[in-house]
C-alpha cells in the first residue's frame, strides 16, 4: 500500500486518473450523444420534408389526391373522348355531354346514345357521361367551372336535376355527406359559400397540410398507393366506368328491390318532409346554366327517372314547387327540360331511382328518338 501511494505522490497523470475515473471513456459518449442528436435532426429534417413535398404535389395536382373522383374521370374523358378537348374543326361530331350523380351515370348509355344519335341525325355525334356518384349540384357546379379551365369544349351539356339535391328547408343539404372540403380548392371555398353551401376550409389548407400531410389525407393516400392496408372497400368500387363513362347496374328482382328502396328512404327520410327545393342546390344549378351560358356551351335540363313510390315520398307541395321552379329556369335561359322520371317501369328500377341495365337501355333509347334528335336538329351548325 505504500508503495502505491509513494508512485500516486510522484506520478502525477496516475493520480488525475485515479480522481478523475472515467475520462478516458467520457470521448466515446460524448460522439455517441452528438451523433443521436444529429441522426434525430436529420430524421425531423427529412420528416417534415417529405410531409412538405407531398403537401406541395397534391395542391399544384401533381398527383391526382385532392379529389380522385374527378381526375380519374377527367383521365378517363380525356383519353377516350379527345374530341371534346382539340380545336374546332369542320365535319367534327356533335359533342354531348351528360353530368350529374350516380343517377345520370347508372342511366344513360353514351356508347349506345352517340350510335343512336348519328343514325337518326345523319351526321355524327360523340356522348360522354361525366356524371358521378354522390355529385349533387354544388359539386357538378365547381366540376363545370373545372372542366372550362381543363379545356372541355362540349356543345351540348345536359345537366342533372337530382330533386332530394335541391332540398333546401334543412341547413343541412344532404351533398354536405358526400362535399367534403378536402376536395375543393381553396378558391373553390367562395364559391361553394356564395352559394350558401356549409362548408369550412379544411384542416389540410394551413399548416398541418405542411407538417402532417400523410395524416390529413391518409384516407386517400391509403386507398390509391397503399392498397394492401386498406380496411374500407376501394373508393368508387362498384361504380367504375365504360370507356364513354356509364356505369351499367346489374339487374334487381322482387323482393331485393323492395329492401333497396326501403334502404334508399332511409338514407333520404329526413329530407321528405316538408320537401321545398331551395338553397344551395338551386343556386348551383343557376351557377351550372351561367357557365354554359357564358362557355358558348348549349344546355338542357335533365331529370331522371325515379318509381312512383319514390316520388310519392316528397311532399306534395314541394313537388308542385320543383315542378314550377323547373319550368322558370327553362324558359329564363331558354333550355329545353327533359323531365324523365316517369320514364321507365318500376320494375327495372334498381331501388327507386337508380336504373338497371335494362332500364338504362329503355331510357337511352327514348332520351336519343324522343328528346335530344329532334332537339339537336333544330340548332344551328357551329360556324
Known sequence: MAVVLKRIAVQ??????????????????????????????????????????????????????????YFDKLALFQSTAPEFFAATQDNEPVKVLFTGSSRTQNAVDTGTLQTLLTSQLGRPVSAFNFALAGCGPVTNAVYFRRLAKDGAKPDIVLIEVHPVFLAGQRPDPPETRWLLPIRLRPEELPTVAAMGFPSQPSSAVGWRGWLASWYEYRFILVDRYATGLRSMPKL???????????????????????????????????????????????????????????????????????????????????????ETLLESLSQEFAVPLINARTWVPDDRIGDGHHLCGSGADILTAKLAKDALAPWISTLKPRP
Request: charge should be positive; glycine fraction near 6%.
Open 12 to 69: 502525477p497523470r496516475l493520480r488525475l486518473r485515479l480522481v478523475e475515473g472515467h475520462r478516458p471513456h467520457s470521448r466515446p459518449c460524448v460522439k455517441r450523444a452528438t451523433w443521436s442528436r444529429t441522426s434525430l435532426m436529420v430524421g425531423l429534417l427529412a420528416f417534415v420534408t417529405i410531409q412538405a413535398f407531398t403537401n406541395l404535389a397534391i395542391r399544384r395536382e401533381w398527383c391526382p389526391v385532392r379529389d380522385p373522383l
Open 236 to 322: 368508387n368500387e362498384g361504380h367504375e366506368p365504360d370507356a364513354h363513362g356509364f356505369v351499367r347496374a346489374r339487374e334487381i328482382r322482387e323482393p331485393e328491390r323492395m329492401v333497396l328502396s326501403e334502404l334508399t328512404r332511409r338514407q333520404y327520410q329526413d329530407y321528405f318532409p316538408a320537401y321545398r327545393p331551395s338553397g344551395p342546390g338551386v343556386a348551383a344549378l343557376r351557377d351550372m346554366l351561367e357557365t354554359c351560358r357564358a362557355n358558348g356551351w348549349k344546355a338542357a335540363i335533365f331529370v331522371p327517372p325515379e318509381s312512383a313510390a319514390f316520388r310519392g315520398w316528397y311532399a306534395e307541395s314541394g313537388s308542385r314547387e320543383l
